[in-house]
T-cell receptor, first 117, second 111 residues
Framework: GAVVSQHPSRVICKSGTSVKIECRSLDFQATTMFWYRQFPKQSLMLMATSNEGSKATYEQGVEKDKFLINHASLTLSTLTVTSAHPEDSSFYIC?????????????FGPGTRLTVT | SQKIEQNSEALNIQEGKTATLTCNYTNYSPAYLQWYRQDPGRGPVFLLLIRENEKEKRKERLKVTFDTTLKQSLFHITASQPADSATYLCASYNQGGKLIFGQGTELSVKP
């Protein structure tokens, strides 16, 4: 089956610093990758959609200058949380899809726990 | 707005019993619904997909139903085991093509 990995699995950083999270599709080429955020006991919320080689599409309320997304290849997307603050502490999950439009099956990564102190 | 809602209260059942989880959708008619399992600190794992023209779908001990009249999907785990303890998420693509999730129901199966 399709496998998606994330690195790191957990990270602690100081307030004001930046942290990069990687999402890789290991055995398939992902045309589209998605980034979600999940707070405790809450649902996954879509942050942005990225297609290889083009700019990411951000959901309403998500600051694109704060959450930088790069999808440089068909197997790698990165999310950089810039100038992190404690309220950015959350569980970040990526997923990858073979298609470019909505409705295609998404394969989820194991998630990255970010704690900002 | 288009929503997926699940009972946020935890469900506690005895091993061997059938667990039934509910998913309701509002303000749209999804072509299909998906169910995922999520363990603590892990990403969701896909379990089953049911289309609107399918009343019921089964996979091993799992059964999912889709009632377009009630705008509801039920997720059943028969002969439940402690290893089934997890949070179960219902999800669907909304009319904008985005995958939206319910808040999940935490299931605890006691031996």
């Amino acid at each position: 089956g399709a496998v998606v990995s994330q690195h790191p699995s957990r990270v602690i950083c100081k307030s004001g610093t930046s942290v990069k999270i990687e999402c890789r599709s290991l055995d398939f080429q992902a045309t589209t990758m998605f980034w979600y955020r999940q707070f405790p006991k809450q649902s996954l919320m879509l942050m942005a959609t990225s297609n290889e080689g083009s700019k990411a599409t951000y959901e309403q309320g998500v600051e694109k200058d704060k959450f930088l997304i790069n999808h440089a290849s068909l197997t790698l997307s990165t999310l950089t949380v810039t100038s992190a603050h404690p309220e950015d502490s959350s569980f970040y999950i990526c997923s990858a899809s073979l298609g470019t439009s909505g409705g295609n099956e998404q394969y989820f990564g194991p998630g990255t726990r970010l704690t900002v102190t | 707005s288009q929503k997926i809602e699940q009972n946020s209260e935890a469900l506690n059942i005895q091993e061997g019993k059938t667990a039934t989880l509910t998913c309701n959708y509002t303000n749209y008619s999804p072509a299909y619904l998906q169910w995922y399992r999520q363990d603590p600190g892990r990403g969701p794992v896909f379990l089953l997909l049911i289309r609107e023209n399918e009343k019921e779908k089964r996979k091993e001990r799992l059964k999912v139903t889709f009632d377009t009249t009630l705008k509801q999907s039920l997720f059943h785990i028969t002969a439940s085991q402690p290893a089934d303890s997890a949070t179960y998420l219902c999800a669907s693509y909304n009319q904008g093509g985005k995958l939206i999730f319910g808040q999940g129901t935490e299931l605890s199966v006691k031996p």
